[in-house]
């Protein structure tokens, strides 16, 4: 990212400027400091760098004050407190982790608040020693100095001094005191080390920052990609690498973003999205089609997922300023709009649907009632002839009915109005029985079969929910098969621990034209169709089974589907044996 590229440079600028200051400072005359010793890291670039070089600096911090370790606290931008940092010399990564004070507390905190360096004599015997824990580090005595960054004017001379963190140097060797003398050493040291402490310290945050940032980026549901200047990707967070197929491990960096997205559809918008950011007074004239009516620059893409979904993402595009106001790349979100696409287009296909659905019974029930209305007299017709077309309309207008309640069904289920049940002790034969024989007339290539176990039984159901049911099932099976076998199984199950009373499963089998896996997961969605040769030509409304959804939901039951393409389905659905319905309350 060109933002960690820019502040890279100023640390290495600023380094520069310490390595020269600190030269500067070996050349005068500080006998007590071995100008050999003391030398500042070699640039370093990276934290890893950055580690090794504090690492180097407390080591030789701790030699040149004769002293056993030497640990830095800094504070901690979020509590505020003061928290020592790795690496320490003489400590281990547990003890520093450890190592920890609310500013102006213990030893360390009276220096960072007081700004003023200070010896602790004898750890053991010391208040502020014991507020810290320090002899628990096995630490005896020590010094502490403030660590400060000072900021100058072109005259060099001091505009804004701030403490951030203190500098220890604990356990003076072969077991002496620590003198003054001591303090000024550290005290230098500290001055020239400050720096490189400090860029350690603002690199490791932005470092933290940035993987916070990555992490926030990568744990968005949009997809998020964004290409620097020079055409190459700078960032592309996890649900991008997913839409595009791209290796959550493979290596983006810096790689030119036409290598790296094949999908043409896309490549054409984000070329088109990063010209218009780059020159976004350009604004050339609309493109025209041959009718002469604007081409809309499409913002949407079609992807083709994983498991074969065909996925709708829109694209939004914003140039990406630096400080400057200069472009410095262009970010891109990719909205998953597959749900509500389908929604409109399902909205539009379901108006026609209907609209063709309710025209199919009204053409017959016009046809005969004017053939009917047309015999004045009665003479043109038999009376039997006359009784089938009475037969032909009522079948019709109940057709017609069944959709209209299905149609009010469907919308008291959206605005969350249960479903009235008619508690019963059911005889499933029964309701099984009336399925059939109205089921049984409309096709005569079918064999439909009842199989029920025990023979005859009873749950508690609501009888005419059940039947309608089994009546959208077995209607389907027919439907959706050009012949064969419809069966009805119905078994009566011991109880188990989910269904403490037994339960009923239920299931109605065909040998039709199946179901895709993919589309198995959709059954019960509301307006789902398949998109077979079959299921164009039956027609429907993709409401069935939405309904029969919740009637079983209102049963305490599920349904799932059994299928395999071009060998059959099998509906399956289980509910409790004894519903736990709450009873009136017993008038006093
Ligand atoms: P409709 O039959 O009015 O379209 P349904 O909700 O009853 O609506 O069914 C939804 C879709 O599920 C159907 O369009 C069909 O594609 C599929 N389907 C339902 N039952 C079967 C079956 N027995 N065999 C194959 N496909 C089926």
Redesign the pocket.
């Known amino acids: 990212m060109s933002y960690d590229e820019n502040e890279l440079e100023r640390l290495r600028q600023e380094n520069e400027k310490l390595r020269a200051e600190l030269d500067n400072e070996r050349r005068k005359d500080t006998p007590q400091i071995n100008s050999a010793v003391v030398e500042t890291p070699e640039l370093p670039v990276s934290l890893s760098e950055y580690q090794i070089a504090l690492k180097r600096l407390m080591q030789r911090t701790a030699m040149i004050v004769q002293s056993e370790k030497c640990v830095v606290m800094v504070q901690d931008k979020e509590t505020g407190d003061l928290i020592a940092r790795s690496p320490a010399w003489g400590l281990n990564d547990e003890q520093v982790f450890a190592f920890r004070v609310p500013v102006g507390e213990g030893f360390s905190g009276e220096v960072f608040r007081t700004g003023h360096s200070r010896i602790l004599e004898n750890a053991i015997h010391d208040r502020r020693a014991a507020v810290e824990n320090l002899r628990e580090y096995g630490i005896k005595n020590g010094i502490c100095v403030p660590l400060v960054v000072e900021k100058h004017d072109e005259n060099n001379r001091v505009v804004d001094r701030s403490i951030f963190g203190v500098i220890h140097c604990f356990n003076k060797r072969k077991g002496e005191s620590f003198v003054e003398e001591d303090v000024r050493l550290l005290e230098r040291l500290a001055k020239s080390a400050a720096a490189v402490i400090a860029n350690a310290q603002l690199y490791q945050e932005m470092a933290e920052d940035k993987q916070k940032l990555v992490q926030t980026i990568d744990s968005l549901s949009s997809g998020l990609i964004l290409i620097n200047s020079r055409g190459r990707i700078a960032q592309m967070n996890n649900q991008a690498r997913k839409i595009f197929s791209i290796g959550i491990d493979e290596d983006l960096t810096d790689r030119v973003y036409t290598d790296v997205i094949h999908h043409e559809q896309c490549l054409e918008i984000l070329k088109q999205c990063i010209e218009d950011c780059s020159n976004p007074g350009d604004k050339k004239a609309p493109k025209l089609d041959n009718d002469g009516e604007v081409i809309r620059n499409p913002d949407e893409i079609t992807v083709i997922s994983e498991d074969e979904e065909q996925l709708i993402y829109q694209i939004q595009a914003a140039g990406v300023r630096d400080a400057s106001h200069n472009i410095f790349g262009v970010v891109f979100i990719l909205n998953d709009i597959t749900e509500l696409r389908n929604v409109e287009r399902m909205k539009t296909e379901f108006v026609s649907i209907v609209a063709h659905e309710l025209r199919t019974p009204l053409t017959p029930i016009k046809g005969f009632v004017r053939t009917l209305l047309d015999d004045e007299k009665e003479e043109w017709y038999q009376p039997e002839d006359r009784r089938e077309f009475y037969t032909i309309i009522d079948s019709n207008v109940d057709r017609l009915s069944r959709m209209i309640n299905d149609l009010l069904n469907v919308s008291r289920i959206e605005r969350g109005a249960g479903i009235e049940m008619n508690w019963q002790q059911a005889d499933i034969r029964l309701a099984c029985e009336a399925v059939l024989t109205t089921q049984k007339g409309r096709s005569d290539k079918h064999v439909l079969v009842l199989d029920l176990e025990p023979e005859n039984f009873t749950a508690e159901s609501d009888p005419d929910i059940l039947q309608n049911i089994l009546q ?2 077995v ?3 027919i ?3 050009d012949g064969g076998e419809v069966r009805i199984i119905g078994r009566l199950e011991p109880a188990s621990e989910a269904f403490p009373d037994g339960s009923v499963l239920m299931g ?1 089998k ?1 040998e ?4 895709t896996e993919t ?1 198995i997961k959709k ?2 969605e509301k307006f ?3 998109d ?1 040769k ?2 164009r030509s ?11 959804k919740s009637l079983i939901a209102a049963h305490g039951g599920t349904m799932w589907v059994e ?1 395999e393409v071009g060998k ?2 099998t ?1 399956w659905f289980r509910f409790p044996a004894k519903q736990h319905v709450a009873e009136e309350p017993v008038q006093a």
């Open positions: 959208n099932f209607s389907n099976a439907k959706y098969s109605v065909d039709g034209v199946g179901l589309e059954i019960g789902f169709r398949s077979n079959k299921a039956a027609g429907g409304t993709g409401l069935g089974l939405f309904l029969v299928s059959g389905s509906f």
